[in-house]
């Protein structure tokens, strides 16, 4: 099989993989390009593999950058682009099952393959388009089926990280699980707790986030996976609801946690939890803390106060929510021109502040102020007020 129609990423690096050549080695595109090339989606990031050593390589490019060297990666800096080349490598001596103590570096591009995860992750392209498939990835691919390379046992007891990676491209690319697989993850699942939680993290979202999120959150049940995660094997009920969600689709990972805190009956200081044990971001948990409040706020999403509170973005996030489960009421233009319409935006929108009190009305710095102006700002979003300063003072002077 020969690809004739090159993704411009990969036009931009032939000549990297040509000088590589010349200089009497191998290059190919490897992994992720070659699959998303052939299922014509856009690449993240172009990974190249060679059989020259890292040194090698060093001696063939004016410009390079050592990003993994210990890995055998290199960077080619080439007309202001970065390029990451890989020696092949086997990866030997995996222990407590997660990714291998050291890699050797080896000349055979088949070594290489082997060592991937997935069929349609093994397959390799050279600068004339060349495709180099050594199991059945191409097939794999065309009848939209993940399938570990090898022995699937074997390959989840080196890593089982991989057992979350191969749910994450089912739901991804919405592939279907090739039987063996799925029964060698069923068998391994409980290897998922050798793994560090940041790493699952990633694959979790990334399944949320997925073209079938559907698929992969019922596989992710179906295969045990779910257990070995934090908290989750409390929720399979729960999960399997979230699975069920007609047309599920996530936007981002705040519509995702937002959903999972819902769904689990948790209230939003509840999710926090959840979410530490699951090590997300504080910024992220801030969000999903907000969303999910404005989302079970009673007042509804076009409460001008829950509006401000929350703001535009996650508002929207959270009514995204509800549309999912349902409710329907109000569109996302709805909540947009409501936003707009919102007399101020921000605290310091206010026309009117702390030090305007203490010396404009001689008042006391102390808690009252806080009170004031919290009142004053409720009443400026609700139409009672005019953010207007002198109405403000008037206001202020009259009732305290
Ligand atoms: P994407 O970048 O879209 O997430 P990808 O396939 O490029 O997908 P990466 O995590 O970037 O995935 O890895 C690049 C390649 O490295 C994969 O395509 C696969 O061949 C190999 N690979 C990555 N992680 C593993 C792993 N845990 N076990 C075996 N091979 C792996
Ligand atoms: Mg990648």
Same mark, same amino acid.
């Given at each position: ?10 036009? @931009? ?27 014509? =989606? ?7 593999? /060679? ?57 055979? +591009? ?48 080196? *890593? ?158 959270? @009514?995204? =929510?509800?549309?999912?489960?349902? *409710? ?11 936003? *707009? ?6 605290? /310091? *929108? ?6 305007? +009190?203490?010396?404009?009305? /001689? ?8 009170? =004031? ?7 400026? +979003?609700?139409?009672?007020?005019? @953010? ?10 009259? @009732?305290?």
């Amino acid at each position: 099989m020969r690809i004739t129609k090159f993704p411009n990423e990969f036009i @931009n690096a032939i000549p990297v993989l040509k000088s590589i050549q010349k200089a009497g080695f191998e290059a190919y595109f490897v992994g992720g390009c070659v699959r998303d090339t052939l299922l014509g =989606i856009p690449l993240h990031d172009v990974d190249i593999a /060679s059989s020259a050593y890292p040194a090698e390589i060093k001696e063939i490019f004016k410009k390079t950058v050592d990003t993994g060297i210990e890995h055998g990666t290199v960077m080619v800096l080439d007309h202001g682009e970065g390029y990451e080349i890989t020696t092949f490598r086997t990866e030997s001596t995996y222990q407590d099952f997660r990714r291998p103590d050291h890699v050797t570096f080896v000349r055979s +591009l088949e070594e290489d393959l082997k060592r991937r995860d997935l069929t349609i992750n093994a397959l390799a392209m050279d600068a004339d388009g060349n495709v180099v498939d050594l199991f059945d990835g191409l097939s794999d691919l065309k009848n939209r089926v993940i399938r570990a390379v090898g022995d699937p046992h074997e390959r989840y007891h080196e *890593d089982a990280l991989r057992m979350m990676r191969s749910i994450r491209f089912m739901s991804q690319l919405d592939f279907t699980i090739e039987d063996e697989t799925e029964n060698a993850i069923l068998a391994n699942a409980e290897l998922l707790e050798k793994i560090a939680i940041e790493r699952i993290h990633v694959e979790w979202i990334k399944t949320l986030l997925g073209k079938n999120p559907n698929a992969g959150v019922a596989e992710f049940i179906k295969t045990n996976l779910y257990k070995y995660c934090p908290e989750f094997d409390q929720y399979k009920e729960q999960l399997n609801k979230i699975a069920a969600i007609p047309n599920l689709s996530l936007a981002n990972e705040n519509q995702c946690w937002t959903l999972i805190g819902h769904e689990f009956g948790l209230s939003p200081q509840a999710t926090t939890v959840l979410m530490r044990k699951w090590k997300s971001s504080k910024e992220l948990i801030n969000q999903v803390e907000a969303t999910q409040t404005a989302l079970e706020n009673e007042t509804g999403l076009l409460n001008s106060e829950v509006l401000f509170e929350t703001g535009l973005e996650l508002t929207l996030d959270a @009514n995204h =929510i509800k549309h999912l489960l349902g *409710d329907n009421q109000v569109t996302d233009q709805q909540v947009i021109e409501r936003y *707009d319409a919102l007399p101020i935006k921000n605290n /310091s *929108d206010i026309a009117l502040t702390g030090t305007d +009190l203490i010396k404009e009305l /001689s008042m006391h710095p102390g808690p009252q102020i806080g009170e =004031i102006l919290a009142k004053v700002k409720k009443m400026i +979003l609700n139409g009672q007020l005019k @953010n207007e300063h002198q109405e403000l003072i008037k206001f202020v002077s009259q @009732n305290y």
